[in-house]
């Protein structure tokens, strides 16, 4: 087969995985085609290697056999973490695509120089590529850092903060711009590189756990667009295709996560949201709050006829969320109508308690949006909050002087009863206490949420063993 008839073929094989890119892209939208995107994409990609290395100008595979092998070593215990673990693996993933694309960047540029092939128009998207790539490395750090708790996941704060992120940024662009003007000058790659990596710990400093599913979302978008830019660097349209998707979907995810939260962009990266008010804690100890036990939890359950749960990241961490299946499943039985509430930015990531409670295979008429729970929030008997914190308080609608206020919230304190789940009373990511426990019509239960749900469950299976 003559070169030219393999690139055409190639170009086939690229316009097939894109084409499933964009179906993956186009199911992911819905929880009933879920899986079907997954397959899509995975599909696309193996197509999309297989014909890279089918491409005519790649001769030896060797390196490429060793990097497969050491790529799919540290692959496979990654794909093997528990879902609680999720978050910070994909901010790992995205460190690993953003260093990729760097590192990608930097070798190309020179060996176009040792060749004489640099232009002003291929230095700038290099160092673009570089600042993107290298800033997403660090940062997808970073997060992953801050998620898994090897970090303080609190905002860490100095100052003229602001004023030094956006130093290193400025220093790195203009060195860019002079790369451009000045093809040859191989010495600003890695001052730009070096920049681009501190700026991208900088600039994750100061964001606190409360922002980070909105973090990993515009990680997801620098990521793209790096891979845009790495495309453009290899002359390879599948690979700028796929990169612009990505990086399109993770922007506009970003919108969507800032306008669930009522904030800026500008604010979630450069706000310092998160950071805890000295004496939250003592003063949410100094309230009281009325407790109730699985006992009083399961009657009041049973005899509801609409019940309305919850999940929170509290969810995620004790992975209760098998139990939380069983009492579906235990209170339908009874008659009961139960549904799920889904915050956007409930959890670490966006998607994280649909993915949860997809895995306890939960029905997906069951899960309701945020927007179209609250109108019947009033009618509900009871609401099962489980490891929920900031986006079922009240202050939120409230409290003008709150960090949260503004953002949209499950207005879970407008049901007949509220049922709380909590480890203790300590605050969640944004640092303040929850308005919500202290209400006349909230009851709370302390204790893990898988504990206590086993417990809520052993009590209407003891009910229905007993009728």
Known sequence: MSDAALMNGVLFAYLVSATLFILALRWMSSPETARRAVASAVTAMAIAVVATLARPEIVNYQWIAIAAVLGTALGIPLARVPLTAVPERTGLSQSFGGMAAALVGTAKYYLWLEEGGLTPFRTGVISLEIILGCLTA??????????????????????????????????????????????????????????????????????????????????????????????????????????????????????????????????????????????????????????????????????????????????????????????????????????????????????HMNVLLAESDIPYDKLIEMDDINPDMPQVDVVLVIGANDVVNPAARTDSSSPIYGMPIIDADKAKTVLCIKRSMNPGFSGIENELYFAPNTLMLFGDAKAVLSDVVKQLTGEAAAA
């Open 138 to 351: 660090t940062g997808g750090l970073m997060a992953a850092g801050k998620l898994a708790d090897w970090i303080p996941s609190r905002s860490i704060t100095y100052p003229l903060q602001n004023v030094v992120n956006l130093s290193l940024l400025g220093v790195a662009v203009l060195l860019g711009i002079y790369l451009v003007i000045n093809p040859t000058a191989s010495w600003v790659v890695p001052i730009i590189a070096v920049l681009a990596l501190a700026f991208g710990v900088a600039l994750l400093m100061p964001i606190g756990g409360a922002d980070m599913p909105t973090v990993i979302s515009f990680l997801n978008a620098y990521a793209g667009i790096s891979a845009v830019l790495m495309g453009i660097v290899l002359e390879n349209l599948l690979l700028i295709t796929a990169g612009a998707l990505d990086g399109a979907s993770g922007f506009i995810l970003s919108v969507v996560m800032c306008k669930a939260m009522n904030r800026p962009m500008s604010n979630v990266l450069f706000g310092a949201f998160g950071a805890a008010p000295a004496g939250g804690a003592a003063a949410a100890e100094a309230r009281t709050v009325q407790s109730a036990t699985p006992a009083d939890a399961a009657l009041l359950m049973s005899q509801a006829d609409k019940v309305v749960i919850v999940p929170g990241y509290g969810m995620a961490v004790a992975q209760a969320q098998h139990r939380a299946r069983e009492l579906y499943d235990q209170l339908t039985k009874r008659g009961v109508d139960v549904y799920f509430a889904v915050h956007p930015v409930a959890g670490r990531m966006p998607g």
